[in-house]
């Protein structure tokens, strides 16, 4: 079977609104050729994305630990699991240990926001920088601006959906993040046609199958790249190849 792996995975067992525990995953890519998954936490698990002037609290504080701990024990289990650190306003880069190979940095218009003029943010983006860690940011498209073209200049920053959450794809376009080296997107839940134009725009060296794992159905969003008229070259670099590239470099 081809080696496929899903760039865009959440998975817990805190937050009961969706099946999206480690099992629930496996079993929905089960006979099926995905063989590895870069998993982070659900949103649910770090902080309360229904308050707007959410505070952190201890409990919360302990709930985004044991969210983090249960990706990273995930390792060496029936897929290969590539574990990513869901950061947040506490930016607690001390439990970044190194078998973490990406971060998650999310939230929509409507949430509470990052604390992006503190000293810890960019002490966190500065630690993200020296150890060369993709950022996976799902941000409105101001902040998303910020952080690739002044805060984190250089970091590699992967858009999720193709932009759709960022502020949409044409967004993105237009303001000319999708042609920085360092910027690289994926494919969950984005239409056929948008993926074809990201790829006669900017090629397949950027881009990498995604899922959305619960929001995405794994298999249905692999059958959408493999119905797609690409060459078995642009296929391997987009279903494999490319994720494989990113985290190589992580150190």
Not at 116 to 145: G, W
């Amino acid at each position: 079977m081809q080696n496929i792996i899903d760039s865009h995975v959440h998975c817990g067992v805190q937050d009961n609104a969706f099946l999206q525990s480690f099992e629930n995953y496996l079993h929905h890519i089960q006979d099926s050729d995905i063989s590895g998954a870069a998993i982070f936490p659900p949103v649910e698990e770090i902080y309360d994305r229904h308050d707007p002037f959410f505070e952190d609290t201890p409990r919360w504080k302990e709930r985004r630990y044991n969210a983090n701990q249960y990706v990273l024990s995930l390792k060496n289990r029936e897929i290969q699991v590539f574990p990513y650190f869901f950061i947040w306003n506490d930016f607690a880069i001390g439990q970044i240990s190194p078998e973490f190979l990406g971060i998650k940095w999310h939230r929509h218009p409507d949430e509470p926001e990052y604390n992006y003029d503190s000293q810890e943010c960019r002490e966190a983006i500065q630690f993200i920088a020296q150890k060369n860690m993709p950022v996976v940011l799902e941000e409105e498209l101001s902040h998303t601006i910020y952080f690739i073209r002044e805060l984190a200049t250089g970091t590699r920053v992967i858009i999720p959906h193709l932009g759709a959450l960022n502020g949409g794809y044409r967004s993105i376009k237009k303001n000319g993040l999708w042609e920085l080296e360092n910027v690289y997107t994926d494919t969950s839940l984005a239409s056929k046609s948008t993926i074809s134009d990201y790829i006669e725009n900017y090629g397949c060296e950027r881009i990498m199958f995604g899922s959305d794992f619960p929001f995405g159905d794994p298999v249905m969003e692999l059958e959408k790249l493999r119905s797609m008229d690409l060459s078995a070259e642009s296929f391997n670099q987009i279903s494999s190849r490319n994720i494989q590239n990113l985290l190589r470099d992580v150190r």
